[in-house]
């Protein structure tokens, strides 16, 4: 009989359940609710919400809503989104995570101090992604985004460099850039750097390290767009190289459990338990 193993350290984070549950209170008073980009990178429980009524829009629609509620998700929004809702009678429902909420007031914080000397602000993180938006808003733009230590490379180090860093990125990455800054920034120059990862996202690297090793073969599941997905699924790969991703039980390759005494299915801090629980039991209907 194979042992199929759910992780239970995988599932959504405290940010994203928040989110959800706040906008299941707002559905269930039967008015109409906008959410400003997807709530969760996951395609499915995205659908889910769609069901009840949510309503998925961008930020072109956004700016043509007027006297409506809309959810603002997790990942935070930059302050014109606020002022846009302010001008439009739009009622916010604000899910920004309290971790990222925070993080967005130490850098207004940084970018509003007196700066005599081309200060950088830098931030490691994704171009593009809905949290790092909100990041770069709070300096009018002026922020600087480095995705790699490659990158952290090309800053000027005759100027003084704040560093942080996007919630959910890697703690190891963040330290080498640190460490490179504090060997070549110039003297003249100061630099200091605020580790403003999520513990509960980084905790989560060693975890599901721990439980793809225990397992033969490994299911990750988790939406194509989410970054952290993508960050903890190579965490399975270092240890474990029977790993797979999947967005949902339709894309399992049955012909992999023949090989397997152990499975293993984790996800990553976008992944419904509902949805993990799905692959197991599609698994099941599979195994003798």
Request: proline letters at 3%; aromatic letters at 6%.
């Amino acid at each position: 009989m194979k042992q199929i193993e759910i992780d239970s350290g995988s599932g959504f984070c405290f940010g994203v359940t928040t989110a959800i549950k706040k906008a299941e209170e707002e559905l269930e008073k039967g008015t109409p609710l906008y959410c400003l980009g997807d709530i969760v990178h996951n395609g499915r429980e995205c659908e889910r919400l769609k069901q009840l009524g949510l309503i998925t829009i961008n930020h072109d629609e956004f700016q043509q809503l007027h006297d409506v509620k809309v959810l603002l998700r997790a990942h935070g929004e930059p302050p014109e989104t606020y002022e846009i809702a302010r001008q439009n009678n739009i009622e916010i429902i604000d899910a920004t995570c309290p971790v990222v909420l925070q993080l967005q007031k130490r850098i207004k914080r940084e970018y509003d101090l007196t700066d005599e000397h081309g200060k950088q602000i830098v931030i490691y993180g994704k171009n593009g992604h809905a949290e790092v938006l909100g990041l770069v808003g709070q300096t009018e733009g002026k922020a600087i985004v480095i995705e790699s230590l490659e990158e952290a490379k090309r800053l000027d180090f005759t100027k003084d460099i704040r560093l942080y860093s996007q919630t959910t990125k890697s703690l190891e990455e963040f330290c080498q850039i640190t460490d490179y800054i504090q060997q070549h920034i110039e003297p003249g120059a100061t630099f200091k750097s605020f580790d403003t990862i999520c513990r509960q996202v980084a905790n989560r690297m060693p975890n599901i390290r721990d439980f793809a090793k225990r397992h033969d073969l490994i299911f990750f599941v988790s939406g194509k767009k989410s970054s952290n997905g993508k960050i903890l699924f190579g965490e399975c790969l270092k240890v474990n190289p029977n790993s797979y991703l999947v967005d949902d039980p339709s894309e399992i390759d049955f012909s992999l459990l023949k090989h397997a005494d152990t499975i293993g299915i984790c996800g990553a801090t976008s992944t419904p338990k509902w949805l993990m629980e799905a692959c197991r039991q599609a698994l099941l209907s599979h195994t003798d």
